[in-house]
């Protein structure tokens, strides 16, 4: 149990373009999903905390305008980057709590790269 | 602030034992994971310590003591596969999970 997906695994895009990522949670209700960021070698990054139904609440630093989450099911959660830069270029990874809201179940990532 | 410490590398043999340590600093506690995560792939969900103690899985345990701030994970029997990055990560007093950089270790036959 505990299955949560992500998708794409991988894209490629162009910069100035917009790219959404979707996570899912297969088998059980996500009131509370995460996305993170993780540059090469180096360790997770909070972007974002998104409960159902509400605005996400960002992190210092991540700029909510460009990366937008939407949570609008307890087994969906999108995140869009919009006008993706090269620098942008990263490995995104979602996971979600269950109503317990303890264990995090991490989605497999995609992998973001933008020429 | 709040921290988290652990080795940025280690390296052991096939067969062996090993420990990762961890030593945190937050703002309250409810909670200590331990993650696995190959290259280019996400975490995976090792143990997770509230109480104080050994907890043993498998070949793999994990400790905790929380009047000192201090975990590991303790690895026996190490096979090629389980080189990989070795993260740990606190929950706090308002469940936020706070991570450490990783611990990269790596296994030579």
């Known amino acids: 149990g505990a299955v949560v997906s992500q998708h794409p695994s991988w894209v490629i895009c162009k910069s100035g373009t917009s790219v959404k990522i979707e996570c899912r949670s297969l088998d059980f209700q996500a009131t509370t999903m995460f996305w993170y960021r993780q540059f090469p070698k180096q360790s997770l990054m909070l972007m974002a905390t998104s409960n159902e139904g509400s605005k996400a609440t960002y992190e210092q630093g991540v700029e909510k305008d460009k990366f937008l989450i939407n949570h609008a099911s307890l087994t969906l959660s999108t995140l869009t980057v919009t006008s993706a830069h090269p620098e942008d270029s990263s490995f995104y990874i979602c996971s979600a709590a269950d109503l317990q809201g303890v264990e995090q179940y991490f989605g497999p990532g995609t992998r973001l790269t933008v020429t | 602030g709040q921290n988290i410490d652990q080795p940025t590398e280690m390296t052991a043999t096939e067969g062996a034992i090993v420990q990762i340590n961890c030593t945190y600093q937050?703002?309250?506690?409810?909670?200590l994971f331990w993650y696995q995560q190959h290259a280019g792939e996400a975490p995976t969900f090792l143990s997770y310590n509230v109480l104080d103690g050994l907890e043993e899985k498998g070949r793999f345990s994990s400790f905790l003591s929380r009047s000192k701030g201090y975990s590991y994970l303790l690895l026996k029997e190490l096979q090629m596969k389980d080189s990989a990055s070795y993260l740990c990560a606190v929950v706090d007093s308002n469940y936020q999970l706070i991570w450490g950089a990783g611990t990269k270790l790596i296994i030579k036959p």
């Open positions: 937050t703002s309250g506690f409810n909670g």
